[in-house]
Every structure is written in structure tokens, then in C-alpha cells.
């Protein structure tokens, strides 16, 4: 089946660093990734949409200065925290959807297991 | 944009019961999924039902796409069935997936 890495699993940094957080597809290519975050007991948030070879978009809300995304190839997206604080601290985690099954009638996204980020 | 809302908010059960979970959602989708989010946080799919019925073992899931909404059954719960149950949809194949807020199950031996 479909997998989704994701890495690192769990961080823990000072205020004031930035944290590189990656999603891979494992077994298919993506075009199109995405980056929610979910916050202690709530739900999960969509953040931003990683586009291969272009820009990401992001939600409304959320600074695209602070959460930089990178989708250099249809397997890797990463997504960035700069200048972390506190108020980061979340839980982050991916999906994708296998490109080959565009226009099939079995089109699920993938989630990756996420990162649970600690800023102290 | 679109709402899904999902009830009950928490279920709390006696091993062996049966439990129905529900998913409310404002407008036409074409992709629907059911998750399990466990105690590390990892969501586990369970179904990807946009329309139809399916059924897994324990787990069934229904969905009335013309009616916009979705049902998961779990029958015969066991303890490691608790966590966190979420809907989510997408308006569009291929599209970011909107959660619902949840329902969290608790069983007990």
C-alpha cells in the first residue's frame, strides 16, 4: 500500500531555531502535498498545499515567512519552521494523494505518522 | 466553506457493546475518509467511502452522499478501539481533506 514517511517523529529545540520536518511518498509520486497541524486535543488543520516545482499556497492565517515549503520533487516535501517559539509547539503531519490515480475512482490520501515539535 | 460536524463528541462503552459514530457534512464531496487517531498520534485509515457501504471486520461505515452524511459502526468494541475517531472530506479528488472535530471513544474492560 501507499506510504507516507515522515521525519523526524519528534523534536525538541530552543526559541529561536528552525526545524526541518520532511514528508515522503515512499511508493508513488505526488504532485501535490499537504500540511496540517493539530494542536492538543483539537483537531487537525489544514496549513498549506506544497505544489511540485511551484509555490505553495497557503491557509488563511498562516505565515508563509514562518512555515517555508519546499516540494523539490514528486517524492519530498519539507516543511520548515523558522525561528520557532513556543506558540509552534504542535503537532505537524502530511498527506498525499498517489498522482497515478487521478481520474480513478480511488483517489485516498495518505497521512504520514506526523511530528510532534516541543519548543522550549 | 464547508462544515462537517461529527456526534457524538465523546462515547464512552463497555467492551462488547456496539457503537454508532456520525458524520454531518454542509455540501457535495468527493472523497470521504474515516480515521482512527491512536494514543501517538498516527491516523489510521479506516475507510475511504464517498459514497456506498463498506465493511472491515468489526468496522462498517455507510455513506448517503445525496443526503451528506456518514455513519461508522463498531460492533463488539474491544479496548484498543478507543481514540479518536475523525471525518474528513474533500470537495475534490485529490484535494485537501477538512476534519470534522472528532468523537472520542473510550472502552473499558
Known amino acids: 500500500g501507499a506510504v507516507v514517511s515522515q521525519h523526524p517523529s519528534w523534536v525538541i529545540c530552543k526559541s529561536g531555531t528552525s526545524v526541518k520536518i520532511e514528508c515522503r511518498s515512499l511508493d508513488f509520486q505526488a504532485t501535490t502535498m499537504f500540511w496540517y497541524r493539530q494542536f492538543p486535543k483539537q483537531s487537525l488543520m489544514l496549513m498549506a498545499t506544497s505544489n511540485e516545482g511551484s509555490k505553495a499556497t497557503y491557509e488563511q492565517g498562516v505565515e508563509k515567512d514562518k512555515f517555508l515549503i519546499n516540494h523539490a520533487s514528486l517524492t519530498l516535501s519539507t516543511l520548515t519552521v523558522t525561528s520557532a517559539h513556543p506558540e509552534d509547539s504542535s503537532f505537524y503531519i502530511c498527506?498525499?494523494?498517489?498522482?497515478?490515480?487521478?481520474?480513478?475512482?480511488?483517489?485516498?490520501?495518505?497521512f504520514g505518522d506526523g511530528t510532534r515539535l516541543s519548543i522550549l | 466553506g464547508i462544515q462537517v460536524e461529527q456526534s457524538p463528541p465523546d462515547l464512552i462503552l463497555q467492551e462488547g457493546a456496539n457503537s454508532t459514530l456520525r458524520c454531518n457534512f454542509s455540501?457535495?464531496?468527493?472523497?470521504l475518509q474515516w480515521f482512527h487517531q491512536n494514543p501517538w498520534g498516527q491516523l489510521i485509515n479506516l475507510f475511504y467511502?464517498?459514497?456506498g457501504t463498506k465493511q472491515n471486520g468489526r468496522l462498517s461505515a455507510t455513506t448517503v452522499a445525496t443526503e451528506r452524511y456518514s455513519l461508522l459502526y463498531i460492533s463488539s468494541s474491544q479496548t484498543t478501539d478507543s481514540g479518536v475517531y475523525f471525518c474528513?472530506?474533500?470537495?475534490?479528488?485529490?484535494?485537501?481533506?477538512?476534519f470534522g472535530k472528532g468523537t472520542t471513544l473510550s472502552v473499558s474492560s
Open positions: 498527506s498525499a494523494r498517489d498522482s497515478a490515480q487521478r481520474g480513478s475512482r480511488y483517489q485516498p490520501q495518505h
Open positions: 467511502i464517498p459514497s
Open positions: 474528513a472530506v474533500g470537495l475534490e479528488a485529490g484535494t485537501a481533506l477538512i
Open positions: 455540501d457535495s464531496v468527493n472523497n
